[in-house]
């Protein structure tokens, strides 16, 4: 028993899927914050002469106001034109970063939309529960891998920002363009470093998210068997497996009419198929039958296949009542079937 209850069984579907719902997905912060970051680096790429371009005209624009009597209304036009020029720069920038913020979410877990995590939950402010969940392994665990990565990129990013400090008094005496192609050059060095170390660092908390989310998803056998009851007593469930089932059967019966050697019809509500093999079987065999539309559907490959359609109202009804599909005839049956078969054998012979 204590073995039933051992959470060692990997997550169904179905608990998967719930957990889906309840909006709990295998979430790395770590691998969407570089998509993001990789989508501003190639953003900036793009766009650095045309931000360049802005930023000098900027600076021109603030240099032209040197010595200017600065009245509230001459204030209120270069804070306007300012803020204006900043947002046309950032917006391009900003744009293709929350994309990819979206696109990070969908690669990891697929489209998801729900409102669940939003909606008021009381026993979250529990300050019991909460106490347990602030010392609890997993929040150790969470606490040592942020401290890890926040040292290694401030580590990387301050070795490399050192080397760049060193350059600021060569730089410093060089005209405003140089200055910015000099800035621009060496953000872009500090990213493409950043962006390696985020990759890394991406890839291994990825790596851990999903089998962290697994682990916590997985079932003991007792909930498995549960599981399996429950989506067996379902009564939409088993409406479509038992409509499955029928479609299967009568894909399945239909494929045999080719194989028959007459079909017997109403002519119109019932049709039966019969198959005899004399080295086989003692009697000839019901392999399709059908009524209204099944029926027509039988008539309907029977012409296809050539097979022999005899009208006999009276035994097209009983054998479809009295013999199932794969079965053979009754004795009672035998003398009005074989007068059947002689006719159509007598009209094979004849063609």
């Known amino acids: 028993m204590a073995d039933d209850q051992e959470k060692t069984e990997e997550p169904t579907s179905k608990k998967i899927e719930d957990a889906r719902k309840e909006g709990n997905v295998p979430r790395s912060m770590d691998t969407s914050g570089f998509v993001t970051l990789l989508a501003a680096v190639l953003a900036f790429v793009a766009l650095t002469g045309w931000i360049l371009d802005r930023l000098e005209r900027l600076y021109a624009y603030c240099i032209a106001w040197i010595g200017t009597e600065l009245t509230p209304r001459g204030l209120l036009q270069m804070t306007t034109h300012i803020i204006t020029e900043i947002f046309l720069m950032v917006l391009p920038l900003a744009l293709p970063v929350a994309v990819a913020g979206l696109l990070a979410g969908w690669m990891q877990f697929g489209f998801l939309f729900t409102t669940k995590p939003l909606t ?127 479609d299967m059967a009568r894909k399945r019966m239909l494929s045999e009419v080719p194989n028959a050697d007459v079909v017997i019809t109403n002519p119109t509500h019932y049709a039966v198929a019969l198959q005899y093999n004399e080295k086989e079987r003692r009697a000839p065999r019901v392999v399709a039958k059908g009524a209204d539309l099944i029926a027509l559907k039988i008539r309907e490959i029977a012409r296809e296949h050539g097979v022999q359609i005899v009208e006999n109202p009276p035994l097209a009804r009983e054998l479809y009542k009295q013999v199932e599909v794969d079965r053979e005839i009754p004795e009672q049956f035998y003398q009005a079937v074989a007068e059947v078969l002689a006719f159509v054998y007598k009209s094979k012979r004849g063609l």
Request: proline letters at 3%; charged letters at 25%.
């Open 120 to 246: 008021p939950d009381l026993t979250k402010i529990d300050p019991v529960k909460g106490m347990k969940n602030l010392f609890s392994l997993k929040k150790l665990l969470e606490g040592f891998k942020i401290t890890v990565k926040v040292g290694a990129v401030f580590g990387v990013a301050f070795t490399v920002f050192l080397r760049f400090i060193r350059e600021l008094t060569g730089v410093a005496a060089a005209p405003m363009g140089q200055q910015l192609l000099w800035l621009s050059d060496r953000a872009m060095i500090l990213a493409a470093v950043m962006l390696v170390l985020l990759l890394v660092l991406a890839l291994i908390d990825l790596l851990f998210v999903r089998y962290n989310y697994f682990k916590e998803l997985r079932m003991s056998k007792q909930e498995i068997k549960d599981e399996m009851k429950q989506l067996e007593g379902n009564p939409e469930i088993k409406a479509k497996i038992r409509q499955i089932q029928a």
